[in-house]
T-cell receptor, first 116, second 112 residues
Framework: GAGVSQTPSNKVTEKGKYVELRCDPI?????LYWYRQSLGQGPEFLIY????????DSGLPNDRFFAVRPEGSVSTLKIQRTERGDSAVYLC????FGAGLGETQYFGPGTRLLVL | SQQGEEDPQALSIQEGENATMNCSYK?????LQWYRQNSGRGLVHLIL?????REKHSGRLRVTLDTSKKSSSLLITASRAADTASYFC????????????FGQGTRLTINP
């Protein structure tokens, strides 16, 4: 596609439920990133994929958060037993190669998650 | 944790004036990037400046980088109402070079 797409745009769920957020990167981009942005803050890194593998998951806040990218393109961020503090905008980005080249990361529109 | 600090946190100017935003960071970097965000959604990449560059231009944007002071500035000349947005600087560190570390942003308002 022309840009990074994310679905759903908005997700409202109840505390304790499980959610999945999807990211479709720019075609051909091998690197994919997830960030989380709370109100009034800058985005914070969650996880980075190089191809199918998670090369850096140091930003995942706890084991309720998990992400996959099984075929090296689409990625899904999974949150178990959601808590109100998980409410944020979840942003996905992709770049052509990753691998320490200091590339531009192209961001999707984000998924706004609200946990009631 | 966030390593970048933008200054000011909010800026309001008249259309046609120039807007200057500053960013400071703490550790050595590979590159510094500036992004714009409208209405709290997707970020739009504006400009990337590498650690061995001192100044870069793109249209009405001018970015400077001073690695000795660990700071950068973004200048928007001849501002327009459509420039109203939040602006973030983001650095990728020499260690763990993939992730971007963002500041808290500057909220810019252009008054017609």
């Amino acid at each position: 596609g022309a840009g990074v797409s994310q679905t759903p745009s908005n997700k409202v769920t109840e505390k304790g439920k499980y959610v999945e957020l999807r990211c479709d990167p720019i075609s051909g981009h091998t690197a994919l990133y997830w960030y989380r942005q709370s109100l009034g803050q800058g985005p914070e890194f969650l996880i980075y994929f190089q191809g199918t593998g998670a090369a850096d998951d140091s930003g995942l806040p706890n084991d309720r958060f998990f992400a996959v990218r099984p075929e090296g393109s689409v990625s899904t961020l999974k949150i178990q037993r959601t808590e109100r503090g998980d409410s944020a905008v979840y942003l996905c980005a992709s770049s052509l190669f990753g691998a320490g080249l200091g590339e531009t990361q192209y961001f999707g529109p984000g998924t706004r998650l609200l946990v009631l | 944790s966030q390593q970048g600090e933008e200054d000011p946190q909010a800026l309001s100017i008249q259309e046609g004036e120039n807007a200057t935003m500053n960013c400071s960071y703490k550790t050595s970097i590979n590159n510094l990037q500036w992004y714009r965000q409208n209405s709290g959604r997707g970020l739009v990449h504006l400009i990337l400046i590498r650690s061995n560059e001192r100044e870069k231009h793109s249209g009405r944007l001018r970015v400077t980088l001073d690695t000795s002071k660990k700071s950068s500035s973004l200048l928007i000349t001849a501002s327009r109402a459509a420039d109203t947005a939040s602006y973030f600087c983001a650095t990728d560190l020499i260690q763990g070079a993939q992730k971007l570390v963002f500041g808290q942003g500057t909220r810019l308002t252009i008054n017609p």
